[in-house]
């Protein structure tokens, strides 16, 4: 049994707060002084990724647009218009690249050979000191995308999952931005489905959402999005827009941002106030509601803008979510079920979608 984490930036904690991936989260809050301003303590390194045997995730490629900084750091990527999206985005690809070529325990997945190749180094005859974590590329909002046709060189390049909103992009409606795929995303879904991309819906404002579902023949997923019954906002997703996903055999990760887990807590307060057993409660919601364990996962988003402070109590860095499979255990889950939510069922996307070698 291993975990999936099914959203992690990074790259752009690599670009933005000059974060090395390699090193454990207690070296890098050594190394950083923290003003109000920066995310607060790491949570997140390769070392304490192994530790907790989080054997495989997804490493987005994330640039905000110029008008919405994110983190209040000059050395933010972000973008005016397609082209400086394109370049930052190919930035971080880089930086994915190179942890793979430097270091031994890390390889790209962008294949059924590459994903049996991670998997196996987990398997009952290998020790700790083999195991490998694989890392697929996701794009978080497709506007580093020139134009749809050009999506063919970004999965030449082993990009193979792509979110088409964060805000508002030339592609979808999103986040804060209500609204449908434009033209646009509508030729770039055609052209995602055509190589077999995963789609991932979150971030999609509710309307385009619906047209995703229905316009796309290929596996679906929403990496990162939390049920409304925790948080009200279109950032979520509704018990119907849930039910849908699980009819297309779609698979959810569970945020663990504390405002995305409670709608009175407010960062770096209360921590208390979200208990680690509020992960559980979500991940059975999204069982209740569609009435199998197959079709949540966890998209943790740890660091993503936010650290240990912004997360349930219990919590310390990302070897922790191993702690998941316990609570799960307590709650009447049975292996199977506790191995499909914790990893599987976002394998099992995987494997729809990859090709059989890169």
Known sequence: MIIVDAHLDIAYNAVCYGRDYTLPAYKTRRLE????????????????????????????LFVPPAQRQFSGRETEPRYRDAREAHDQALRQLDIYE??????????????????????ATWGPDTTVTEHEQGIVVLMEGADPILEPKQFEEWYGRGVRVVGPAWQATRYSAGTGASGPLTPLGHELLDVMANVGALLDLSHMAERAYHEALERYEGPIIASHSNPRRFRDSDRHLSDDMIRLLAERDGVMGIVLFGPFLHPDWRTGERRSLIPFTTILDAIDHVCQVTGSAQHVGIGSDLDGGFGVNSIPAGMDTIADLWWLTGGLRKRGYSEADIEAIVGGNFIRKLRQSLPGSA
């Open 98 to 119: 190179r942890i793979a070529d430097n270091h031994a325990r890390v390889r790209l997945v962008k294949s059924q050979a590459d994903l049996d190749a991670v998997l």
């Open 33 to 60: 002084p923290y003003t109000l301003n920066d995310p607060g303590p790491a949570t997140v390194g390769l070392p304490d990724a192994l530790i907790g045997r989080v054997g495989l995730v997804f490493g987005t």
